[in-house]
């Protein structure tokens, strides 16, 4: 008779991301995520967005939230930055359907957000 041999859950987790690694979406994330690291353009914009929201916190300013709202506009009209994240959104939809099925067949939320932060104490803001 042959004997049965359990995998293990890191075994079995190690051949989970070999599949996440091969589905269409995080394929499609990995060649948006190349197609934005090489427009210069969307790298641009990122780094004066990025600026302005540390401008921000530490003054407020009015003019500086308006120019961040006008680079926000040129970053959702970019191409490359808009293949990004629909790509990326695509992939976190991959990836909590999969942690629905987990969490079904475990009979257990397991990746909810547990305490302060997650429980809507406020005190995380």
Do not use: H, W
Not at 10 to 26: L, P, R
Not at 62 to 80: A, H
Not at 82 to 105: C, F, H, M, P
Request: proline share 1%; glycine share 8%.
């Amino acid at each position: 008779m042959a004997e049965s041999k359990v995998k293990s859950p890191e075994s079995v987790a190690a051949e989970f991301a070999e599949a996440i690694k091969d589905c269409e979406e995080y394929k499609k994330f990995l060649v948006a995520n190349e197609a934005l690291s090489n427009d210069k353009e969307a790298i641009s914009l990122l780094k004066q967005f990025q600026e302005k929201q540390i401008e921000i916190q530490s003054t407020g300013d009015e003019e500086l939230i308006r120019d961040l709202e006008d680079l926000q506009v040129k970053l959702r009209e970019n191409k490359s930055f808009k293949g990004y994240n629909d790509a990326q959104a695509r992939l976190v939809s991959l990836l909590r359907e999969t942690n629905l099925v987990i969490s079904s067949i475990i009979d257990s939320d397991f990746a909810v957000k547990q305490g302060c932060c997650g429980g809507g104490g406020g005190c995380c803001g």
